[in-house]
């Protein structure tokens, strides 16, 4: 149980052009998820946090305007890198907390999704 | 601010022999603490969970401490395997929801 599938796992795009990241809760409600940034050999950092229905809370240094954040269901957070420039390439997780199926508090990790902009 | 510290950056053993993995934290007002599990290009996995009033949590092979009053957790990883090549991460809360990850430390085991 609590199932997170993050959704493309590998994308390529030009520069200028916006990428959309899925993250789906299977099989537990998600009233929180968050979305984390990863460079090669470095640990996560955390770029906002996102409650379900509501608008994401970005941690300092992270453009909002720039990763665009949806919360629309208890399912589903969409993480949207818009006008993408190289400098975005890097590994997004989104991670999604919430009340698994035996009522305890979960949280679980997504597999990432590998951006890399031409 | 919460700093989480990974020591060492990378380890290299041969299959076999235990090891441990160190983790430092700054604040020691935490109320877990969290061990990860990452494979190349993957998400994590979390292997294990210490609450603050625990001062250890075992899960096969792997045995987490925690010393809050010293900033300081361990992975211990007895009878190492091929298998357990990943990079393993340490996280703290910081306030309600967020977490705070260290490096990681780079593991290899060599058969």
């Known amino acids: 149980g609590a199932v997170v599938s993050q959704h493309p796992s590998r994308v390529i795009c030009k520069s200028g052009t916006s990428v959309k990241i899925e993250c789906r809760s299977l099989?537990?409600?998600?009233?929180?998820m968050f979305w984390y940034r990863q460079f090669p050999k470095q640990s996560l950092m955390l770029m906002a946090t996102s409650n379900e229905g509501s608008k994401a809370t970005y941690e300092q240094g992270v453009e909002k305007d720039k990763f665009l954040i949806n919360h629309a269901s208890l399912t589903l957070s969409t993480l949207t890198v818009t006008s993408a420039h190289p400098e975005d390439s890097s590994f997004y997780i989104c991670?999604?907390?919430?009340?698994?199926?035996?009522?305890?508090?979960?949280?679980?990790f997504g597999a990432g999704s590998r951006l890399t902009v031409l | 601010k919460q700093e989480v510290t990974q020591i060492p950056a990378a380890l290299s053993v041969p299959e076999g022999e235990n090891l441990v993995l160190n983790c430092s934290f700054t604040?020691?007002?935490?109320?877990?603490l969290q061990w990860f599990r990452q494979d190349p290009g993957k998400g994590l996995t979390s292997l294990l969970l210490?609450?603050?009033?625990?001062r250890e949590q075992t899960s096969g092979r792997l045995n987490a401490s925690l010393d809050k009053s010293s900033g300081r957790s361990t992975l211990y990883i007895a009878a190492s395997q091929p298998g357990d090549s990943a990079t393993y991460l340490c996280a703290v809360p910081q306030g309600a929801q967020k977490l705070v990850f260290g490096q990681g430390t780079r593991l290899t085991i060599n058969p």
């Open positions: 210490i609450q603050s009033s625990q």
């Open positions: 099989d537990f409600q998600a009233t929180t």
């Open positions: 991670s999604a907390r919430g009340q698994g199926i035996s009522g305890a508090n979960v949280l679980t």
């Open positions: 604040d020691s007002a935490i109320y877990n």
